[in-house]
């Protein structure tokens, strides 16, 4: 019997040697680790823990955050940072007899998420890149099958549309979510999101599941007109609108700023809302839903079309809109959408001609004429297997209520690095303008009134620094940007220098990523819109936008297809440093362009608004102005 314990003792000794965990632990998280797997034959031995061979004081009550608990049966880590990261070796003595317990701790300092997906199903794997960071270059994914085996993934192959398997959303942007389509159980595993560098963003554990039986695609119960609207004299259904337009307009520019950090930008929040809503009056079920959330309004708001209709006609004075879908002839529209889209949206669907290049011809002669002639090619070419285009165009020209000197004039404009380049101004010694201090949005704010009930609002951060301006950016809420407009209408005009640079922007985003942004993935993969067409689910293959905006010597020209301290005898407005720009309609109390003007003088403009003619001389502004 004696000689039977000492070989089970021995065999216990060797299990315990030759055991070592590996744990993965997330940032943040809580963690006790127990020296032995069994803990009650120890109790009275002498146990030390190391950590990458330093020996844990068990007396250290200082702020670390690895704690020696329950007579050293235990090691808490709380919280888990990365520097907890390596080996931790428990070591039992018990009279001459030694076991050790070895546990390898990996920290992923991202956060962990489980995606449970069913087998053929399409989903975005989020990623994003702190906010502080810059970004210069896009994540690297891996991914770690079961088995441990870890590869990186290629998201550059050759394939395209629905045939591309991985894609990454939203490039060289804090989102570096990727989607992954018709996901199989081959696909399972762990996803790794890394910076360039190797700093670890995220983890996604997949799990597929087997996919039901589901039924042919069905439009039963959702073909039926949009409903009525029963309030059509409603000024609560008409604020509605306004804000919801305010909202969404303000979220639009967050995103494109962060698609586009330092750049020129422009784009008309009206002409992309009104397209959403134009498709909108044929989406049924989830993508109905989907739709109104990414337009801001109110599930189930059947005045949203008449609304919209009010707001062209009270916008008619100086904005002219016009919505239009193209579609493939093979498809038999519903009737009840065609007769709302010409109810509400004054558009005809009209079929797509026999070629890619007469489509394109037709789609570009009608941008043309519905923004006078500013923006007159939208698209190149079509594809023979479109199914539906969407499109929105408007045209905005207001004139200036006051006159800018007519004299040819420069001045230096101080762009986001510090660099000087010499343009065209508009000047005036004493126009009459309105000007404030926003302490909410940390901005010098002017206000320009134009014709046609309208208004530019120039807002001026504090300095010409990229983080001045970014900090404006942030502050620009639905609600600070209607408050402030509120404060400049309760503060009187006076007459004050203005010197503004003469600008032309034509900017078109890429209007696909900003539908990805607003949660319309769907559209893209098949979306319920049996409102629209009902024998199958549509695909969206596209949507662009372009805006075009003007500052000249008569006014503004607009189109789009979807602690200062002041004298007070003298007072000046100078926007020679990067500043933002909104077009607002005082009729209708909507914003119509959002800009920023970061270098009024890039070369990808249409032509020079302001010509020096014969005999004309150019005035040089005195260096006051460069302030």
Same mark, same amino acid.
């Given at each position: 019997?004696?000689?039977?314990?000492?070989?089970?003792?021995?065999?216990?000794?060797?299990?315990?040697?030759?055991?070592?965990?590996?744990?993965?632990?997330?940032?943040?998280?809580?963690?006790?680790?127990?020296?032995?797997?069994?803990?009650?034959?120890?109790?009275?031995?002498?146990?030390?823990?190391?950590?990458?061979?330093?020996?844990?004081?068990?007396?250290?009550?200082?702020?670390?955050?690895?704690?020696?608990?329950?007579?050293?049966?235990?090691?808490?880590?709380?919280?888990?940072?990365?520097?907890?990261?390596?080996?931790?070796?428990?070591?039992?003595?018990?009279?001459?007899?030694?076991?050790?317990?070895?546990?390898?701790?990996?920290?992923?300092?991202?956060?962990?998420?489980?995606?449970?997906?069913?087998?053929?199903?399409?989903?975005?794997?989020?990623?994003?890149?702190?906010?502080?960071?810059?970004?210069?270059?896009?994540?690297?994914?891996?991914?770690?099958?079961?088995?441990?085996?870890?590869?990186?993934?290629?998201?550059?192959?050759?394939?395209?549309?629905?045939?591309?398997?991985?894609?990454?959303?939203?490039?060289?942007?804090?989102?570096?979510?990727?989607?992954?389509?018709?996901?199989?159980?081959?696909?399972?595993?762990?996803?790794?999101?890394?910076?360039?560098?190797?700093?670890?963003?995220?983890?996604?554990?997949?799990?597929?599941?087997?996919?039901?039986?589901?039924?042919?695609?069905?439009?039963?119960?959702?073909?039926?007109?949009?409903?009525?609207?029963?309030?059509? &004299?409603?000024?609560?259904?008409?604020?509605?609108?306004?804000?919801?337009?305010?909202?969404?307009?303000?979220?639009?520019?967050?995103?494109?700023?962060?698609?586009?950090?330092?750049?020129?930008?422009?784009?008309?929040?009206?002409?992309?809302?009104?397209?959403?809503?134009?498709?909108?009056?044929?989406?049924?079920?989830?993508?109905?839903?989907?739709?109104?959330?990414?337009?801001?309004?109110?599930?189930?708001?059947?005045?949203?079309?008449?609304?919209?209709?009010?707001?062209?006609?009270?916008?008619?004075?100086?904005?002219?809109?016009?919505?239009?879908?193209?579609?493939?002839?093979?498809?038999?529209?519903?009737?009840?959408?065609? &007769?709302?889209?010409?109810?509400?949206?004054?558009?005809?669907?009209?079929?797509?001609?026999?070629?890619?290049?007469?489509?394109?011809?037709?789609? &570009?002669?009608?941008?043309?004429?519905?923004?006078?002639?500013?923006?007159?090619?939208?698209?190149?070419?079509?594809?023979?297997?479109?199914?539906?285009?969407?499109?929105?165009?408007?045209?905005?020209?207001?004139?200036?209520?006051?006159?800018?000197?007519?004299?040819?004039?420069?001045?230096?404009?101080?762009?986001?690095?510090?660099?000087?380049?010499?343009?065209?101004?508009?000047?005036?010694?004493?126009?009459?303008?309105?000007?404030?201090?926003?302490?909410?949005?940390?901005?010098?704010?002017?206000?320009?009134?134009?014709?046609?009930?309208?208004?530019?609002?120039?807002?001026?951060?504090?300095?010409?620094?990229?983080?001045?301006?970014?900090?404006?950016?942030?502050?620009?809420?639905?609600?600070?940007?209607?408050?402030?407009?509120?404060?400049?209408?309760?503060?009187?005009?006076?007459?004050?220098?203005?010197?503004?640079?003469?600008?032309?922007?034509?900017?078109?985003?890429?209007?696909?990523?900003?539908?990805?942004?607003?949660?319309?993935?769907?559209?893209?993969?098949?979306?319920?819109?049996?409102?629209?067409?009902?024998?199958?689910?549509?695909?969206?293959?596209?949507?662009?936008?372009?805006?075009?905006?003007?500052?000249?010597?008569?006014?503004?020209?607009?189109?789009?297809?979807?602690?200062?301290?002041?004298?007070?005898?003298?007072?000046?407005?100078?926007?020679?440093?990067?500043?933002?720009?909104?077009?607002?309609?005082?009729?209708?109390?909507?914003?119509?362009?959002?800009?920023?003007?970061?270098?009024?003088?890039?070369?990808?403009?249409?032509?020079?608004?302001?010509?020096?003619?014969?005999?004309?001389?150019?005035?040089?502004?005195?260096?006051?102005?460069?302030?």
């Amino acid at each position: 019997m004696k000689l039977q314990a000492i070989i089970f003792l021995v065999l216990q000794l060797v299990f315990e040697l030759s055991t070592c965990r590996s744990l993965r632990v997330i940032s943040g998280s809580s963690l006790e680790i127990p020296c032995l797997s069994f803990q009650t034959d120890i109790m009275a031995a002498d146990i030390t823990w190391s950590f990458n061979g330093e020996v844990i004081n068990p007396d250290d009550k200082s702020s670390s955050s690895v704690r020696v608990i329950k007579g050293g049966l235990y090691l808490s880590i709380s919280p888990v940072t990365p520097a907890n990261e390596g080996s931790y070796v428990c070591l039992v003595t018990d009279d001459n007899t030694e076991m050790i317990g070895t546990h390898n701790i990996t920290v992923d300092a991202s956060y962990f998420i489980t995606i449970k997906a069913t087998e053929g199903s399409t989903f975005a794997i989020p990623c994003h890149f702190p906010p502080s960071v810059e970004v210069t270059a896009n994540a690297l994914w891996f991914r770690e099958t079961i088995g441990g085996e870890r590869t990186k993934l290629n998201l550059q192959d050759d394939a395209e549309g629905e045939n591309k398997k991985l894609e990454q959303l939203y490039p060289l942007d804090q989102d570096q979510s990727i989607l992954l389509r018709h996901v199989a159980h081959e696909d399972a595993g762990l996803y790794h999101c890394e910076s360039a560098e190797g700093a670890k963003l995220t983890t996604v554990y997949v799990i597929v599941k087997d996919a039901p039986s589901l039924p042919s695609h069905s439009c039963a119960g959702f073909t039926a007109p949009w409903e009525e609207c029963r309030n059509e &004299n409603s000024h609560t259904e008409a604020n509605i609108l306004q804000e919801s337009t305010t909202e969404f307009a303000l979220k639009l520019y967050s995103f494109l700023r962060h698609m586009y950090p330092s750049s020129n930008l422009l784009f008309s929040p009206i002409s992309i809302s009104g397209l959403l809503s134009h498709l909108l009056l044929g989406a049924r079920n989830v993508t109905r839903r989907a739709l109104e959330g990414a337009v801001f309004v109110p599930h189930d708001f059947h005045c949203l079309h008449f609304q919209m209709k009010k707001l062209r006609e009270k916008l008619s004075g100086s904005l002219q809109m016009a919505s239009q879908i193209y579609y493939n002839p093979q498809m038999n529209l519903s009737e009840s959408f065609t &007769n709302q889209s010409i109810q509400f949206y004054d558009s005809e669907p009209t079929k797509l001609l026999a070629s890619g290049e007469e489509s394109a011809r037709m789609i &570009n002669t009608w941008v043309a004429s519905k923004t006078n002639n500013k923006i007159t090619q939208l698209v190149e070419s079509v594809s023979p297997d479109a199914q539906l285009i969407l499109l929105n165009a408007v045209s905005f020209s207001g004139q200036w209520k006051g006159k800018f000197d007519p004299k040819p004039r420069k001045a230096h404009f101080t762009k986001l690095n510090g660099d000087l380049v010499k343009v065209p101004i508009l000047y005036h010694e004493t126009f009459t303008a309105t000007m404030m201090h926003s302490v909410d949005l940390k901005a010098q704010v002017a206000r320009f009134a134009l014709t046609g009930n309208s208004s530019l609002y120039v807002l001026l951060p504090r300095t010409g620094k990229a983080a001045d301006l970014q900090q404006v950016e942030e502050k620009m809420t639905d609600t600070a940007v209607r408050e402030m407009i509120e404060q400049m209408k309760a503060t009187a005009p006076q007459q004050m220098e203005v010197t503004l640079p003469q600008i032309t922007l034509d900017v078109t985003p890429d209007m696909n990523i900003l539908i990805k942004k607003l949660g319309l993935s769907s559209l893209f993969e098949g979306a319920n819109l049996c409102g629209l067409y009902a024998e199958e689910k549509l695909v969206l293959d596209e949507a662009r936008h372009r805006a075009f905006l003007a500052l000249t010597e008569r006014g503004v020209e607009a189109g789009a297809v979807t602690s200062l301290s002041f004298s007070r005898s003298f007072p000046s407005f100078r926007a020679l440093r990067p500043f933002i720009l909104l077009l607002w309609s005082d009729q209708a109390s909507v914003p119509l362009f959002i800009g920023r003007v970061t270098d009024p003088s890039v070369k990808d403009r249409q032509s020079d608004i302001h010509k020096v003619g014969e005999g004309h001389q150019e005035h040089e502004q005195p260096d006051r102005f460069n302030s």
